[in-house]
């Protein structure tokens, strides 16, 4: 077998298997685990797998990483952007903030759409990628490792320039006394500048984000324009948010 068809086999049995060892390669490929050892620095040396004790993990798993069954609470999520996909319409300017529920939601934009699409999150940029009739442009700035977003000034100054029909953006905490809250300041920041880029603004929120305060603002109640989550809006859960005027979906 020719090297460059072994490591294309090597390859492939690290992405069906997330993780191979090089005594498992070398018994599949029946050569030597030297062989393997070698073919594991180059194929590490061009980005396309990353070595761990004893084997290899496939690189390009950690842009999908929330591709993935690992997703949790996948069924509310779900039904949640089952939910929004209702509001999106031909020819519209979406920005789509980061997110597991917000990557849901683009893995269900309808095929006959056709819209423009703005996204700071690497994972929901190559997932609407499939999308025949969209396109998509991924705001560049510095990566967040563990959440694949970018963030920084250059960000922001991007996203004022963008006039944008709708936003569908994810949430870290929502309550009536505080609002929308999130984790990260720079995230903050950013998810304050889509709000002044959006004509509307729809936040996508599991039952457990309610009645939860972090350390950054990014609005108050009275600038939400609508929230979706996996409750029934008549559920007793959301009543204080409905007295409050919060337009729910």
Known sequence: ?????????????????RKVSSSFLAEELDVSEDTIRRDFNELAS????????????????????????????RENKSSIAHKAVTLIEDGMVIIISGGTTNLVLAKLFPKNI??????????????????PLLEIIFIGGKIQKNSMVTTGVDVIQFLSKIRADICFMGVSGFSVEHGITDEG????????????????????????????????????????????????????????????GVSLL
């Open 1 to 17: 077998m020719l090297k460059r068809d072994r490591q294309l086999k090597i390859i492939d049995k690290i992405r069906d298997n």
């Open 46 to 73: 061009k980005g396309l797998i990353t070595k761990v004790h004893g084997g290899a993990v496939i690189s390009i798993q950690k842009l999908y990483q929330y591709n993935e069954d690992i997703i949790f609470d």
């Open 114 to 131: 056709q819209a423009t699409i703005y996204t700071y999150s690497l994972p929901i940029a190559m997932q609407l990628t499939e999308h």
């Open 185 to 244: 300041y720079e995230v903050s920041l950013i998810k304050k500048a889509m709000i002044n880029s959006s004509k509307q603004i729809v936040y996508l929120a599991t039952s457990n984000k309610l009645n939860i305060k972090h350390s950054f603002n990014v609005c108050n109640l009275k600038e939400i324009d609508k929230v979706v989550t996996d409750l029934d809006p008549i559920d007793f859960k959301l009543e204080e948010y409905v007295k409050a």
